[in-house]
């Protein structure tokens, strides 16, 4: 009976105290207890561009890493930047990540990181770098197009499917860039200055809704500084905050050369070290690898004795558990599949926005002469933008898209105006010639002859992707659109009141013509199945429902960022440069709310080709406890089928603290048939109301009266509702 007790009691414990055999942990624990110093050192830093070795001796193969976010990137060279020149790495191209977000649409996130990880797979990568969760700060900046947009909670609720998606092919994500990396300006050196509150509230909760509940396995820190000191050795940030205080088992790696010292990474926080000796872009030092600071230099610091061996364990556990839980499990993924580029046509035509229609769109199918304008319809985008460049296995152009929408139509092409800017890159797929010998002048005279008699006149203009346009290193000049495009629009919306103008751009821009022209679509950056996508949202064959991620404000000024110590930021008296994120909260529309302003376009709006009448909201109870729902009709009242999102921002009516108007904290897509009418519910938990308190440094709620707004964009309210919290 003794012995049958003491039996259960040790096999109890050994449930409890062993780890599952042939777990992650298990063999975690297993492979560190072989590891030699040499092959612990050799995990924890890089052994080409975007490889770290692995432990030979013990079967446990390289780590692969590839940009990002939007595709698989072509190979580059072992030790350089340059183009590795292979014949079978091109990929799709997916929309870019703020045309994810403008489709409000939590499963088409989850289909996006699905098919890219399927790529990502089928090429090897064991960690796609991406998502990127940066907060659109100021419309400048050079990388918005890769982020999603200006509210934190949007960001973090889109990158969490996406994640799931890209990790149930055993890829990792690597959420970028963590964190404060707002701008591209001095990117590589700036610091900033932010208080707590609003670094909690605004610039991290994407980053943690992303590591908690889309459980991502890598993280990248940043290339900038926070508190005088690198984000990569801020074991403030690393430690403290993403570490310790979201209990994450994770492995941060460093943006591409973003690590400094040996000390600084070693104790900061930082797991795997990439890029060093380069300034990220386009200098080299050859065969570094093994002056990494994470490799000899650490391993000398180990055998003096100013590194602990525990502190490296715990980077060498963390990539261990990178390479199990990525590790090959016999399926090989898949490329460039028909259903990548269903996904790719239909992610681009839900994230476009409607941004105006004077009754002109959709299309008529009976159109006989389009007249398509601007050198956007012709250029290829999926290159450009630095890291995030790719070679696309195909890239249809708007105007491509447009003539396959109508094949029977005559579709007359005329530049307009033109940018001089040759496609960067070595990957130009473009069927077009986009060289122009013509002036200026010539340039519209020829538009304006062209637009006779054309049932629609259409012009793709906005951004592309070269330097300081959108694009990576460096940040836009100026907020109005480049190469002259606002006089030339003007000019011929003189002639085509109907004009109907597509924006292609990654970020907010001025559009002085809004009043003056017929209709206006966001177009963003759409990827392999661009013009398919715009033409489908063009002729109805889908209807419209994106909404914007960020306000389009009229002009730059009346937004947030109004001194030079904001932005681009100010040298110190020790030659450092320094950004105050002086604005706190107030980032996008929690500015334009608190002002007052009225903007060209704000955060959340969004056409539809059919309209939808919001009922009243109703709340569960008057009072929350934990939890809360909300819950609105919403009926399509117009003669097509269409998708709304519905958003739900909280409104603190009374706070010890000052709070910005109203903050969004929940939103959901529906599609309703001509006279359908469905119910939204919002189900709401304290997080939703609390704000972060500096004294106690944590989140609070406190009790109150709190307003519930329903609607269909920031400014656009439907039905409120109030109710307290005890
Ligand atoms: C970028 C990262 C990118 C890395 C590797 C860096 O310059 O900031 O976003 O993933 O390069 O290409």
Same mark, same amino acid.
């Given at each position: 009976?003794?012995?049958?007790?003491?039996?259960?009691?040790?096999?109890?414990?050994?449930?409890?105290?062993?780890?599952?055999?042939?777990?992650?942990? /298990?063999?975690?624990?297993?492979?560190?207890? $072989?590891?030699?110093?040499?092959?612990?050192?050799?995990?924890?830093?890089?052994?080409?561009?975007?490889?770290?070795?692995?432990?030979?001796?013990?079967?446990? =193969?390289?780590?692969?890493?590839?940009?990002?976010?939007?595709?698989?990137?072509?190979?580059?060279?072992?030790?350089?930047?340059?183009?590795?020149?292979?014949?079978?790495?091109?990929?799709?191209?997916?929309?870019?990540?703020?045309?994810?977000?403008?489709?409000?649409?939590?499963?088409?996130?989850?289909?996006?990181? #699905?098919?890219?990880?399927?790529?990502?797979?089928?090429?090897?990568?064991?960690?796609?770098?991406?998502?990127?969760?940066?907060?659109?700060?100021?419309?400048?900046?050079?990388?918005?197009? !890769?982020?999603?947009?200006?509210?934190?909670?949007?960001?973090?609720?889109?990158?969490?499917?996406?994640?799931?998606?890209?990790?149930?092919?055993?890829?990792?994500?690597?959420?970028?860039?963590?964190?404060?990396?707002?701008?591209?300006?001095?990117?590589?050196?700036?610091?900033?200055?932010?208080?707590?509150?609003?670094?909690?509230?605004?610039?991290?909760?994407?980053?943690?809704?992303?590591?908690?509940?889309?459980?991502?396995?890598?993280?990248?820190?940043?290339?900038? #500084?926070?508190?005088?000191?690198?984000?990569?050795?801020?074991?403030?940030?690393?430690?403290?905050?993403?570490?310790?205080?979201?209990?994450?088992?994770?492995?941060?790696?460093?943006?591409?050369?973003?690590?400094?010292?040996?000390?600084?990474?070693?104790?900061?926080?930082?797991?795997?070290?990439?890029?060093?000796?380069?300034?990220?872009?386009?200098?080299?030092?050859?065969?570094?690898?093994?002056?990494?600071?994470?490799?000899?230099?650490?391993?000398?610091?180990?055998?003096?004795?100013?590194?602990?061996?525990?502190?490296?364990?715990?980077?060498?556990?963390?990539?261990?558990?990178?390479?199990?839980?990525?590790?090959?499990?016999?399926?090989?993924?898949?490329?460039?599949?028909?259903?990548?580029?269903?996904?790719?046509?239909?992610?681009?035509?839900?994230?476009?926005?409607?941004?105006?229609?004077?009754?002109?769109?959709?299309? #008529?199918?009976?159109?006989?002469?389009?007249?398509?304008?601007?050198?956007?319809?012709?250029?290829?985008?999926?290159?450009?933008?630095?890291?995030?460049?790719?070679?696309?296995?195909?890239?249809?152009?708007?105007?491509?898209?447009?003539?396959?929408?109508?094949?029977?139509?005559?579709?007359?092409?005329?530049?307009?105006?033109?940018?001089? !800017?040759?496609?960067?890159?070595?990957?130009?797929?473009? $069927?077009?010639?986009?060289?122009?010998?013509?002036?200026?002048?010539?340039?519209?005279?020829?538009?304006?002859?062209?637009?006779?008699?054309?049932?629609?006149?259409?012009?793709?203009?906005?951004?592309?992707?070269?330097? #300081?346009?959108?694009?990576?290193?460096?940040?836009?000049?100026?907020?109005?659109?480049?190469?002259? $495009?606002?006089?030339?629009?003007?000019?011929?919306?003189?002639?085509?009141?109907?004009?109907?103008?597509?924006?292609?751009?990654?970020?907010?821009?001025?559009?002085?013509?809004?009043?003056?022209?017929?209709?206006?679509?966001?177009?963003?950056?759409?990827?392999?199945?661009?013009?398919?996508?715009?033409?489908?949202?063009?002729?109805?064959?889908?209807?419209?429902?994106?909404?914007?991620?960020?306000?389009?404000?009229?002009?730059? !000024?009346?937004? =947030?960022?109004?001194?030079?110590?904001?932005?681009?930021?100010?040298?110190?008296?020790?030659?450092?440069?320094?950004?105050?994120?002086?604005?706190?909260?107030?980032?996008?529309?929690?500015?334009?709310?608190?002002?007052?302003?009225?903007?060209?376009?704000?955060?959340?709006?969004?056409?539809?080709?059919?309209?939808?009448?919001?009922?009243?909201?109703?709340?569960?109870?008057?009072?929350?406890?934990?939890?809360?729902?909300?819950?609105?009709?919403?009926?399509?009242?117009?003669?097509?089928?269409?998708?709304?999102?519905?958003?739900? /921002?909280?409104?603190?009516?009374?706070?010890?603290?000052?709070?910005?108007?109203?903050?969004?904290?929940?939103?959901?897509?529906?599609?309703?048939?001509?006279?359908?009418?469905?119910?939204?519910?919002?189900?709401?938990?304290?997080?939703?109301?609390?704000?972060?308190?500096?004294?106690?440094?944590?989140?609070?709620?406190?009790?109150?009266?709190?307003?519930?707004?329903?609607?269909?964009?920031?400014?656009?309210?439907?039905?409120?509702?109030?109710?307290?919290?005890?």
């Amino acid at each position: 009976m003794r012995f049958r007790y003491n039996a259960l009691l040790l096999s109890c414990l050994l449930i409890i105290g062993c780890k599952e055999k042939n777990s992650i942990e /298990y063999r975690i624990d297993e492979t560190l207890r $072989q590891l030699t110093l040499d092959e612990k050192i050799a995990l924890i830093h890089a052994q080409s561009k975007f490889s770290s070795k692995g432990v030979p001796r013990l079967g446990i =193969p390289e780590l692969w890493c590839d940009d990002g976010p939007h595709g698989v990137r072509p190979e580059t060279l072992w030790d350089e930047w340059d183009t590795a020149s292979w014949t079978n790495d091109s990929c799709t191209a997916f929309p870019s990540l703020t045309c994810l977000a403008a489709s409000w649409d939590r499963s088409l996130a989850e289909e996006y990181g #699905k098919n890219l990880g399927e790529e990502a797979r089928y090429r090897g990568k064991n960690v796609l770098l991406g998502p990127g969760v940066n907060i659109c700060r100021t419309p400048l900046c050079g990388r918005n197009f !890769e982020y999603m947009g200006e509210d934190p909670y949007l960001s973090g609720q889109m990158s969490v499917p996406y994640i799931k998606g890209l990790q149930s092919n055993k890829v990792a994500a690597c959420v970028k860039h963590y964190a404060l990396n707002n701008q591209e300006y001095e990117r590589l050196q700036v610091n900033v200055n932010v208080d707590e509150r609003t670094l909690q509230e605004i610039y991290l909760p994407a980053f943690r809704m992303a590591v908690q509940d889309g459980g991502a396995w890598s993280l990248m820190s940043s290339y900038n #500084k926070f508190q005088n000191e690198w984000v990569s050795h801020n074991s403030y940030l690393l430690k403290d905050i993403l570490k310790d205080g979201w209990n994450w088992d994770g492995a941060v790696i460093s943006d591409w050369g973003a690590v400094h010292d040996t000390d600084g990474a070693a104790n900061g926080g930082l797991d795997l070290e990439f890029g060093s000796h380069t300034n990220g872009v386009d200098q080299n030092v050859a065969n570094a690898y093994d002056s990494y600071y994470m490799a000899q230099p650490y391993k000398e610091k180990l055998k003096e004795g100013t590194l602990s061996e525990s502190e490296l364990d715990d980077k060498v556990r963390r990539v261990l558990r990178l390479h199990f839980r990525t590790a090959s499990d016999g399926y090989f993924g898949k490329m460039c599949t028909d259903e990548h580029y269903e996904v790719c046509r239909k992610i681009g035509a839900e994230g476009i926005v409607l941004l105006k229609n004077a009754g002109i769109l959709p299309m #008529k199918k009976e159109a006989r002469k389009i007249v398509v304008l601007g050198e956007n319809a012709i250029r290829p985008m999926v290159v450009g933008g630095s890291s995030s460049s790719l070679k696309a296995q195909h890239e249809i152009s708007p105007l491509e898209g447009i003539r396959r929408a109508y094949p029977d139509a005559e579709v007359v092409y005329e530049r307009a105006y033109y940018s001089g !800017e040759p496609t960067p890159g070595k990957y130009n797929y473009s $069927q077009y010639d986009i060289t122009e010998t013509r002036s200026a002048e010539k340039l519209i005279e020829d538009a304006l002859a062209a637009v006779e008699n054309a049932d629609y006149v259409i012009f793709i203009g906005g951004l592309n992707k070269n330097k #300081k346009q959108d694009c990576e290193g460096k940040d836009r000049l100026s907020y109005d659109l480049p190469y002259n $495009q606002n006089e030339v629009i003007e000019n011929i919306a003189e002639r085509c009141p109907d004009l109907i103008y597509v924006n292609i751009s990654g970020s907010p821009v001025a559009m002085p013509f809004r009043d003056k022209v017929g209709a206006i679509l966001q177009g963003w950056y759409l990827g392999s199945e661009t013009g398919n996508a715009i033409a489908d949202v063009l002729t109805g064959k889908v209807n419209p429902s994106g909404k914007l991620p960020f306000t389009f404000p009229s002009k730059l !000024e009346d937004g =947030p960022i109004r001194t030079e110590r904001q932005y681009p930021g100010v040298t110190d008296g020790q030659g450092r440069l320094q950004v105050y994120y002086d604005e706190g909260l107030y980032v996008g529309y929690r500015w334009y709310d608190k002002h007052n302003i009225t903007t060209l376009f704000p955060f959340g709006y969004g056409m539809s080709y059919t309209t939808f009448e919001y009922g009243e909201a109703k709340a569960s109870s008057h009072t929350m406890k934990d939890r809360l729902t909300i819950s609105i009709p919403v009926k399509n009242t117009g003669k097509s089928a269409g998708a709304e999102v519905v958003q739900l /921002y909280i409104h603190d009516q009374e706070s010890t603290v000052d709070r910005p108007e109203k903050e969004l904290k929940g939103f959901e897509k529906i599609w309703l048939e001509p006279g359908e009418t469905k119910t939204v519910t919002f189900t709401i938990g304290k997080d939703a109301l609390s704000f972060y308190d500096v004294e106690k440094h944590g989140w609070v709620a406190e009790k109150g009266a709190f307003t519930a707004l329903v609607g269909a964009s920031s400014t656009d309210i439907r039905s409120s509702i109030t109710f307290d919290l005890k």
